[in-house]
């Protein structure tokens, strides 16, 4: 009998792990197993991200080495998914003929019926105006086969609610390799968390590139009626055994009051947000497309922080944006002063095909690209740090991730990674109080409570 046996390697943002979640389970249906090296794979699927050149070059470089496997075994085949997949399509055949398959982002729940069309080479790239998710329900026993799913432990899922973007920013690939926005129905969701929870699901993380527009392209419920996020966020929430809700990414141009009210109601809605503001500065702002000025912006960190004091706050930071002046950046170091993020995620502007930001002819040199990166990491790093021992002393509970013979690690409602230092008396996916003792850039320290 045919060897079915899948090494899937992904690339890319938690909208990707979940994909490849979901392409494994459909493999496991088809009676593929997990393989843990590459080599023992007859089938290799890779799961990329195109946001920035280096996530490319990544998904090339790892194409290169597979040729020699290839070579050694012609029945091994390979799979590009994903975004890179979606955006360069034959291209990347021509390029690595080694490759039999290249899946855009719109085809993942088909995969095994392309891959059962065997023997030629195909490349599936469709991008549809009326793409609709279908209806699917996650099984969290059959995700075995995505060596990722294992690191994640089985009681915090990801469940997506949306596909793509409408919003063009103007140096974002989103928007061109998933598609216009597409929301799932909300019956199928709270299917889909009723049952993770009904399995030990502890935690539920709502996923979509824009998920503040929930229910705005599509209708999501039978009757049609308007059902915006605040009120999935609701329904969700009030699922009976459901101890931990999150979601990403939100774009604070369309973060409503309600949605902000939610963080004072829901016990279950974890005080953590993530919310990108990209620069802090009006006129990158608008270059940018953003729809939102620095003055709306913190606005809205002050609304969301007096509906929950204890929120903790993150972003996503471009730095060395066509024409970004040294003002501009200083703008973005004031913002970071005023708001004090628990956390940032930074970048370097990077070029990407088809966006309107790729042709400004006022680019940043690489050298004040990378100056700035350093500067705002710097920065970043240190209030980091100070904002993690204003929680020293404090008592959270902790979800327990991993537990082993001289310590554990967990998170804390805030997303805070906590290490503990001796083995607690509880096992993964249990709630234990913590005392924190100790507070780095990164994590905090704690001692179980009574210990
Ligand atoms: N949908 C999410 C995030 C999408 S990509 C949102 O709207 O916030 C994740 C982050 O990558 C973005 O927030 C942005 O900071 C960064 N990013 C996207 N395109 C980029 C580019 N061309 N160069 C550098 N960073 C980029
Ligand atoms: Fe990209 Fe902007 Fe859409 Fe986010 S909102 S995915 S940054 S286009
Ligand atoms: Fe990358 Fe595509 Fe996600 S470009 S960040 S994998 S949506």
Redesign the pocket.
């Known amino acids: 009998m045919e060897k079915k046996t899948v090494w899937i390697k992904t690339f890319g943002c938690q909208m990707n792990i979940r994909d490849s979640e979901i392409m494994s389970q459909k493999l496991a249906e088809q009676g593929y197993r997990a393989c843990a090296s590459l080599e023992e794979a007859s089938l290799i699927v890779i799961n990329t991200c195109s946001v920035r050149a280096k996530a490319e070059q990544k998904l090339f470089s790892l194409l290169g080495s597979l040729r020699a496997a290839k070579q050694a075994n012609p029945s091994l085949r390979i799979c590009v998914a994903g975004c890179v997949a979606q955006q360069e399509g034959k291209n990347i055949v021509e390029r690595m003929p080694h490759v039999d398959l290249v899946i855009g982002t719109q085809q993942i729940y088909d995969l095994p019926e392309v891959l059962a069309r065997a023997g030629t080479v195909q490349v599936r790239t469709e991008l549809s105006e009326t793409y609709h998710i279908p209806r699917y329900l996650q099984d969290p026993g059959s995700l075995s086969p995505a060596p990722e799913a294992e690191e994640t432990a089985l009681f915090s899922r990801y469940v997506t609610i949306m596909q793509g973007?409408n919003?063009?920013?103007t140096y974002?690939v989103?928007?061109f390799t998933r598609g216009r926005e597409v929301s799932r129905r909300a019956a199928d969701i709270i299917d889909e968390v009723t049952r993770l929870v009904g399995t030990g699901v502890r935690e539920i993380i709502l996923l979509g590139?824009?998920v503040n527009s929930y229910g705005r392209e599509n209708p999501v419920c039978e009757d049609g009626a308007p059902y915006p996020f605040s009120r999935l966020l609701r329904d969700v929430a009030g699922i009976e055994g459901l101890r931990r809700l999150r979601f990403t990414?939100s774009?604070p141009k369309d973060l409503s009051d309600d949605l902000i009210s939610c963080f004072a109601e829901l016990d279950n809605l974890c005080p953590q947000f993530h919310l990108?503001v990209q620069s802090g500065s009006d006129a990158i702002l608008r270059k940018m497309n953003r729809k939102y000025t620095r003055a709306d912006y913190l606005d809205k960190v002050d609304r969301l922080r007096a509906a929950r004091p204890d929120l903790a706050l993150t972003t996503d930071i471009i730095v060395g944006f066509p024409g970004e002046t040294d003002a501009d950046f200083q703008a973005t170091m004031e913002l970071l002063e005023r708001v004090r993020y628990h956390g940032s995620f930074s970048f370097k502007y990077s070029d990407r095909p088809n966006t309107a930001a790729s042709s400004y002819t006022d680019k940043c040199s690489e050298e004040i690209k990378s100056e700035r990166l350093r500067i705002f990491q710097r920065r970043q790093d240190e209030i980091s740090l100070e904002r993690n021992r204003e929680y020293l002393d404090r008592i959270v509970d902790v979800l327990l991730e991993s537990v082993q013979d001289d310590g554990a690690m967990g998170r804390a409602p805030t997303n805070h990674i906590v290490h503990l230092e001796k083995r607690p008396d509880a096992s993964p996916g249990s709630f234990i109080r913590v005392r924190v003792t100790g507070a780095g850039q990164h994590s905090l320290k704690g001692v179980p409570l009574g210990s």
């Open positions: 973007c919003n063009f920013c974002c989103v928007p590139q824009n990414t774009h990108p």
